[in-house]
């Protein structure tokens, strides 16, 4: 007896029960021929005081709550199996052809040779200058680059993407030709100018616009796994130009420089017909384009 009512006053939440338990046993002395149970039963259904505002539960009310909590658990699993990650993002049809376009410009981004004049911009100068006058120019470029790119998002949402990404890659395609020319003939001063050619014309479009593309392809729901993909992709680019240029240079001589500007105008190509303009459109609208 004295564990029930110590239960009884944790379920009450109060000390003071011993008018219930009171006004039990004179119900269970009180009860004859079958009355006791409907007496116990109307007495267990009575609100407590504290919860008075609470309507006691019907067997409608229990069986809508079980029903919710079925519904409930569905949905979770429901959810479960239809979120994106990093793993399954190509196995939805919706995120498939962005997936592969994101990717595209991404891998496509480093193959264009910009890397090659940020990590051997030094060694290329050093070849023409001293090395004091080499290493101010390669600070200049990197100068360069800063604000070009910023000058790139000022004026990606007044002209769009694809106007900036298509001039920027075309003013690329040029610029590394003329860097490749002017390192095999010998012209100095032509190979330092296209140096800079290069990243002015990389740094305001195919710099920063596959990155803002890979935002705006997907929802929501597939923006973590798709940005996960397209960084993944980008540092795999650079890891595979940083290792392969200087061998690539060796054996090749500055004919190297002719892979970069064919992966230019692929992977131009490619984006002319598949990358849709984004500027001004919903994510249902890119998506219905792509």
Same mark, same amino acid.
């Given at each position: 007896?004295?564990?029930?009512?110590?239960?009884?006053?944790?379920?009450?939440?109060?000390?003071?029960?011993?008018?219930?338990?009171?006004?039990?046993?004179?119900?269970?002395?009180?009860?004859?021929?079958?009355?006791?149970?409907?007496?116990?039963?109307?007495?267990?259904?009575?609100?407590?005081?504290?919860?008075?505002?609470?309507?006691?539960?019907?067997?409608?009310?229990?069986?809508?709550?079980?029903?919710?909590?079925?519904?409930d658990e569905l949905l979770e699993l429901r959810s479960e199996r239809n979120s994106v990650t990093i793993f399954n993002i190509f196995t939805f049809a919706e995120y498939r052809k962005p997936w592969m376009l994101v990717l595209l410009l991404q891998f496509g981004q480093q193959?264009? #040779?910009?890397?090659?004049?940020?990590?051997?911009?030094?060694?290329?100068?050093?070849?023409?200058?001293?090395?004091?006058?080499?290493?101010?120019?390669?600070?200049?470029?990197?100068?360069?680059?800063?604000?070009?790119?910023?000058?790139?998002?000022?004026?990606?949402?007044?002209?769009?993407?694809?106007?900036?990404?298509?001039?920027?890659?075309?003013?690329?395609?040029?610029?590394?030709?003329?860097?490749?020319? #002017?390192?095999?003939?010998?012209?100095?001063?032509?190979?330092?100018?296209?140096?800079?050619?290069?990243?002015?014309?990389?740094?305001?479009?195919?710099?920063?616009?596959?990155?803002?593309?890979?935002?705006?392809?997907?929802?929501?729901?597939?923006?973590?796994?798709?940005?996960?993909?397209?960084?993944?992709?980008?540092?795999?680019?650079?890891?595979?130009?940083?290792?392969?240029?200087?061998?690539?240079?060796?054996?090749?001589?500055?004919?190297?420089?002719?892979?970069?500007?064919?992966?230019?105008?692929?992977?131009?190509?490619?984006?002319?017909?598949?990358?849709p303009e984004t500027k001004g459109h919903t994510i249902e609208e890119i998506a219905k384009k792509l």
């Amino acid at each position: 007896r004295a564990e029930a009512r110590n239960i009884l006053r944790k379920l009450r939440q109060t000390a003071n029960i011993d008018n219930e338990v009171a006004g039990w046993q004179s119900i269970a002395h009180s009860d004859t021929d079958g009355a006791q149970p409907a007496r116990l039963e109307a007495s267990c259904e009575t609100p407590d005081p504290d919860n008075a505002h609470e309507p006691p539960l019907t067997g409608n009310t229990r069986d809508d709550i079980v029903k919710a909590n079925d519904e409930d658990e569905l949905l979770e699993l429901r959810s479960e199996r239809n979120s994106v990650t990093i793993f399954n993002i190509f196995t939805f049809a919706e995120y498939r052809k962005p997936w592969m376009l994101v990717l595209l410009l991404q891998f496509g981004q480093q193959l264009s #040779g910009i890397n090659t004049v940020f990590f051997y911009s030094s060694s290329v100068l050093e070849k023409i200058f001293s090395s004091h006058v080499s290493s101010i120019l390669t600070v200049m470029i990197g100068v360069l680059n800063v604000l070009a790119t910023a000058s790139g998002a000022l004026i990606v949402d007044r002209f769009g993407r694809r106007p900036l990404l298509f001039s920027s890659m075309a003013a690329m395609a040029v610029s590394v030709t003329l860097l490749g020319l #002017g390192l095999a003939l010998k012209l100095n001063m032509l190979a330092v100018v296209s140096l800079y050619l290069v990243v002015a014309s990389f740094a305001p479009g195919y710099g920063p616009v596959p990155f803002l593309l890979g935002t705006e392809f997907f929802d929501v729901r597939a923006a973590g796994a798709g940005g996960s993909w397209a960084l993944a992709a980008n540092w795999v680019g650079t890891f595979m130009v940083a290792v392969a240029f200087l061998p690539l240079q060796n054996l090749m001589g500055e004919w190297v420089f002719a892979i970069f500007v064919s992966a230019l105008i692929v992977c131009g190509v490619v984006f002319y017909f598949k990358i849709p303009e984004t500027k001004g459109h919903t994510i249902e609208e890119i998506a219905k384009k792509l």
